[in-house]
């Protein structure tokens, strides 16, 4: 988040989570250790076990293939990229900052509200899932972006960020402090927009790391990363679920994970990103920033890498997105009480 706040805020559900941010949660149950309430509506009892053990799950066609098509097709034209002359994902461009080359090398496309990202949103199915793994409805939804990522080379070669020892590896990293004593609690998730052969990256994680945290951690010296793991892959190995497009993975931020490089020689991996959290509707400001960024299509606040795009910001490009019933209250718009489910 931008702004900093102090207290924690208890989100609408009856189930108790609290965050100060609307971006990880604390619990009095870790979500691998939670028994459910709710009945499951789109996880198998399968599923829901493998999703606690391993830290993942894929549900396959929670949007059509139809409609993951016409999300690729929009992340294609919205950057003024030709599917078909490969020549014009490497044009030279100048950038705003190190951080805005760092986004075009790892492929993100700098749109939020369009309405076809709002349709992935809205979706019932995708909806459904997410109240499965927290075993709440009362959500709301990230305001995220999506990637289109070429073959890592020329000036999208990932040669050109520099390396560090420690904190954030896009290749391999935990997406909340696990040194903390009382892990946060953070789901996250994407959307295929295409069928991603082992060749074209893409989500990378380490289960049996997730599977074996507490045994592993044990081992490990008091100052190590908190961030990244430094765990052997030949003990645990670092495997690439198969996506088909349309399919929805959900992951939790205990479990290591990453972005594989694209090392194909033409191939290209699209996503949409998308989660959703227990919704904090006593934290107005929050509340007020999300309805904003929708109202306006001004960049959302919650993350320093948001930038927007900056040839032709999406404000300037097409209109708010219409909603849904569903749609409003997973925005904030509405609140949840009250409402018919």
Sequence with gaps: MTTQHRFLHRAASERPYFSADGESYLAGTQLRHLTKDLPLRVLSREQFASWQDHGYVVVPEAVSPDAAKLLLEFAWDFQGLDPQRPETWYEERAFRSDLDRDLFVYGFVEAYQHQLLWDSRQNRRVYDAFVDVWDCEELWVTLDRLNLNPPNVGNRSRSFIEPTDEGFDIELHWDVDTTASVPPQRVQG?????????????????????????????????DRDPIRPGADR?????????????????????????????????????VQYLSMMPALEEHRELRDSRVRSWRTLSTPEWNATLLGDARKHESLRYGPAELTDLGRALLGLDAWHGRTR
């Design 190 to 222: 994407i959307i295929a927009l295409t069928d991603t052969a082992p060749d074209e990256g893409g989500f990378q994680c380490s289960p049996e790391l997730f599977r074996r945290f507490d045994e592993w951690k044990l081992g490990q010296p008091a």
């Design 234 to 270: 030949t003990e645990f190995p670092v495997v690439r679920p198969e996506l088909k497009a349309g399919d929805l993975l959900i992951f939790n931020g205990m479990l290591a994970h990453g972005v594989a490089p694209n090392t194909s020689a033409d191939g290209v991996r699209a």
